[in-house]
């Protein structure tokens, strides 16, 4: 489900959902690079970045949107942009559909003769066995895994565009509260305790790692669908306590309290048990090698000596 396309001419890339975790990362790692670690694709040589935040531009305001796209004649779209909170989601399904579906059809219909990257989920699955590659079919259970299901289908169908699905994502956010380490952390700072899911899955990844393979996809050419993700199968008890311990080495006085809890007993909307991710698929195409969360834990706690 890849395909090698043609990198795109210099000029402005734009970058939405910029204020955003992994948006915020893409911009971070653009600025660290030099001319000649991009080659002379899109985010190459005299490359521009324009990191699109809500104060900038409404993606739902479509009209706006198309004149921005005028002016700016960006050669590449890399859309992180989404309403994804699963519970908003389920509550205002309508809204989720607007952010995750419509807003993507438009954007991709303006880049339809340029590169165009969409960020996706590990959620379009059912978790039902884990491990799943690029071709297995999807089988959402939310509203927002729906929305994200839908989204690819629109991207697949241009041979330009790119889908990347990508499971939890940690590093630090503009705002302080988008990565699922800042969740937790923020929930410890209020002297609450976390019950995190010991028979719940996931295949969690550094925020700056997703950046940097999805700059390398784009200035590659690679276009089709990758599975982006950490190279470690992990329960969210087990997420949690690797992140407990960055924390309490970051800050001695925090109390990082978490039970073990089970989706046996759980009662909300429905969940995926086993999202992890094959991506052999990315790993050939980049000649690259998933790191470990353990790894990105290991540097956090180096960090904090």
Same mark, same amino acid.
């Given at each position: 489900?890849?395909?090698q396309?043609?990198?795109?001419?210099?000029?402005?890339v734009w970058i939405?959902?910029?204020?955003?975790?992994?948006?915020?990362? @893409?911009v971070?790692?653009?600025?660290?690079?030099?001319?000649?670690?991009?080659?002379?694709?899109?985010?190459?040589?005299?490359?521009?970045?324009?990191?699109?935040?809500r104060?900038?531009?409404?993606?739902?305001? $479509?009209?706006?949107?198309?004149?921005?796209?005028?002016?700016?004649?960006?050669?590449?779209v890399?859309?992180?942009?989404?309403?994804?909170? %699963?519970?908003?989601?389920?509550?205002?399904?309508?809204?989720?559909?607007?952010?995750?579906?419509?807003?993507?059809?438009?954007?991709?219909?303006?880049?339809?003769?340029?590169? $165009?990257?969409?960020?996706?989920?590990? @959620?379009?699955f059912?978790?039902?066995?884990?491990?799943?590659?690029?071709?297995?079919?999807?089988n959402? /259970?939310?509203?927002?895994?729906?929305?994200?299901?839908?989204?690819?289908?629109?991207?697949?169908?241009?041979?330009?565009?790119?889908?990347?699905?990508?499971?939890?994502?940690?590093?630090?956010?503009?705002?302080?509260?988008?990565? $699922?380490?800042?969740?937790?952390?923020?929930?410890?700072?209020?002297?609450?305790? /976390?019950?995190?899911?010991?028979d719940?899955?996931?295949?969690p990844?550094?925020?700056?790692?997703?950046?940097?393979?999805?700059?390398?996809?784009?200035?590659?050419g690679?276009?089709? /669908?990758?599975?982006?993700?950490?190279?470690?199968?992990?329960?969210?008890?087990?997420?949690?306590?690797?992140?407990?311990?960055?924390?309490?080495?970051?800050?001695?006085?925090?109390?990082t309290?978490?039970?073990?809890?089970?989706?046996?007993h759980?009662?909300?909307?429905?969940r995926?048990?086993?999202?992890?991710?094959?991506?052999?698929?990315?790993?050939?195409? /980049?000649?690259?090698?998933?790191?470990?969360? %353990?790894?990105?834990?290991?540097?956090?706690l180096?960090?904090?000596k």
């Open positions: 489900m890849s395909r396309g043609t990198a795109p001419a210099l000029g402005p939405t959902g910029a204020g955003g975790l992994i948006g915020h990362a @893409l971070q790692v653009a600025s660290e690079r030099s001319a000649t670690d991009w080659g002379t694709g899109a985010g190459g040589r005299g490359c521009s970045i324009l990191a699109l935040t104060g900038i531009v409404d993606l739902t305001h $479509f009209a706006a949107v198309d004149r921005l796209f005028t002016e700016e004649q960006p050669v590449g890399i859309h992180c942009a989404a309403m994804s909170k %699963s519970p908003d989601c389920q509550k205002d399904p309508a809204n989720a559909r607007l952010n995750n579906v419509e807003v993507t059809r438009h954007l991709a219909d303006l880049a339809c003769e340029i590169p $165009f990257l969409f960020l996706s989920t590990d @959620l379009v059912d978790g039902r066995r884990g491990g799943y590659s690029e071709s297995d079919p999807v959402p /259970l939310s509203v927002y895994a729906e929305t994200k299901a839908e989204a690819e289908q629109i991207i697949l169908s241009n041979q330009r565009h790119s889908v990347i699905r990508t499971s939890l994502n940690c590093g630090k956010s503009p705002s302080g509260h988008r990565a $699922f380490n800042e969740e937790m952390r923020n929930t410890w700072q209020l002297g609450r305790t /976390l019950d995190l899911f010991v719940e899955f996931r295949t990844i550094s925020a700056l790692e997703t950046a940097r393979n999805i700059w390398k996809l784009l200035t590659a690679q276009t089709g /669908l990758f599975h982006l993700a950490g190279g470690e199968r992990l329960s969210r008890y087990e997420i949690g306590l690797k992140v407990a311990e960055v924390c309490r080495k970051q800050d001695p006085s925090l109390l309290s978490l039970r073990p809890a089970s989706l046996t759980y009662q909300g909307a429905p995926a048990p086993d999202t992890c991710l094959d991506c052999r698929r990315i790993e050939e195409t /980049l000649g690259i090698k998933m790191p470990l969360f %353990s790894t990105w834990i290991i540097e956090q180096s960090q904090s």
